[in-house]
């Protein structure tokens, strides 16, 4: 899970949308609570990941992984871009092939 973690915050990081969606599974969700919407499946992720990161051009810091158990994973990081600087969390879940199903991703 750690690998996959960090290779998906240097894919965002390159703005490499690509292989940032080879990392997740085809029916994935991120229910993103600081804006308030889910992005659902690999058009809905593309569609985060060029607004939200590419757009904004968002630089993620990874600052700790913390393994829940087998299948969940918290990311704390920071993120800076044309926004400012803003602290969060990303939650991973994970299918048994190491895939991420799913990330609920907030500001602290």
């Known amino acids: 899970m750690e690998t996959t973690i960090t290779k998906f915050i240097t894919s965002m990081n390159a703005f490499d949308v690509e292989v940032a969606l080879t990392l997740f599974s085809a029916k994935a969700v991120i229910d993103e609570r600081s804006v308030g919407k889910k992005f659902k499946g690999k058009s809905g992720l593309r569609e985060y990941f060029e607004e939200y990161f590419v757009g904004y051009h968002t ?10 158990d087998t299948t969940h994973a918290n990311a704390h990081v920071d993120f800076t871009g044309d926004f400012g600087h803003e602290k969060g969390m990303l939650n991973f879940a994970f299918n048994k092939d190491g895939l991420i199903t799913g990330v609920e991703a907030d500001l602290l």
Request: no cysteine.
């Open 59 to 68: 630089v993620t810091q990874l600052d700790a992984i913390e393994i829940i």
